[in-house]
């Protein structure tokens, strides 16, 4: 069985991460969260930070193009990262990485794609499609990463029935939950894999 050396990139409030730490730190998984980077300083850093997990703040803001993929890519390989989780990324992942880590970076999104995805298709907007769509399913996809957004092969997804009186926040929240098992599951399933 393998074990992976993962960094996550995060956007927001690392729901999401935190259940991946906890399932290494309860060795639910092997893998272990060695790096976390995130666009900017963003709440999700905190529980990573605790836990002595090295974190980094990346952004075309702050840094020419050059040195922000030599940034990344430096951290990357200071770490032995062989998994990338975009764990709640709202950005895009550079593309010299998408080719570097390829079939080696897995994506979260909170809809059943190749439905509710796309540029812009993130959080809360996509709850709201699903509801106005007035779809019978929602529910996580984890698919693996290419270079275009939410079009990666998928790996896992978990499909949750829609209530009468469904709004996108409940429906946010009851997908969420599933999001947390199967993040866990799909690095369970690579690990096996392997
Ligand atoms: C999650 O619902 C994730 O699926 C979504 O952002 C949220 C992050 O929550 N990602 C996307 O919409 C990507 N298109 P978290 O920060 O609590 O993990």
Do not use: W
């Given at each position: 069985?393998?074990?992976?050396?993962?960094?996550?990139?995060?956007?927001?409030?690392g729901s999401?991460?935190?259940?991946?730490?906890?399932?290494?730190?309860?060795?639910?998984?092997?893998s272990?969260?060695?790096?976390?980077?995130?666009?900017k300083e963003?709440?999700g850093?905190?529980?990573?930070?605790?836990?002595?997990?090295?974190t980094?703040?990346?952004?075309?803001?702050?840094?020419?193009?050059?040195?922000?993929?030599?940034i990344?890519?430096?951290?990357?390989?200071k770490?032995?990262?062989?998994?990338?989780?975009?764990?709640?990324?709202?950005?895009?992942?550079?593309?010299?990485?998408v080719?570097?880590?390829?079939?080696?970076?897995?994506?979260?999104?909170?809809?059943?794609?190749?439905?509710?995805?796309?540029?812009?298709?993130h959080?809360?907007?996509?709850?709201?499609?699903?509801?106005?769509a007035?779809?019978?399913?929602?529910?996580?996809?984890?698919?693996?990463?290419?270079?275009?957004?939410?079009?990666?092969?998928?790996?896992?997804?978990?499909?949750?029935?829609?209530?009468?009186?469904?709004?996108?926040?409940?429906?946010?929240?009851r997908?969420?939950?599933?999001?947390?098992e199967?993040?866990?599951?799909?690095?369970?399933?690579?690990?096996?894999?392997?």
């Open positions: 069985m393998k074990s992976f050396n993962i960094a996550a990139y995060i956007s927001g409030s999401n991460l935190k259940s991946v730490i906890e399932s290494s730190l309860s060795g639910k998984i092997a272990k969260v060695k790096l976390v980077i995130a666009n963003v709440s850093l905190d529980y990573p930070r605790t836990c002595g997990i090295e980094a703040v990346v952004s075309r803001k702050l840094h020419s193009r050059e040195e922000f993929i030599k990344q890519t430096g951290l990357l390989d770490h032995n990262i062989d998994l990338i989780i975009l764990a709640g990324f709202l950005k895009k992942l550079p593309v010299e990485i080719r570097e880590y390829e079939g080696k970076i897995l994506n979260i999104h909170p809809a059943l794609l190749p439905k509710f995805g796309g540029k812009g298709m959080g809360m907007i996509v709850h709201k499609a699903v509801i106005e007035k779809e019978e399913f929602s529910g996580p996809t984890v698919h693996f990463v290419d270079e275009i957004y939410d079009n990666g092969k998928i790996l896992l997804q978990k499909k949750i029935k829609i209530n009468e009186n469904e709004t996108p926040g409940s429906l946010q929240k997908v969420l939950e599933k999001e947390h199967i993040l866990t599951e799909a690095i369970k399933l690579l690990e096996g894999n392997e």
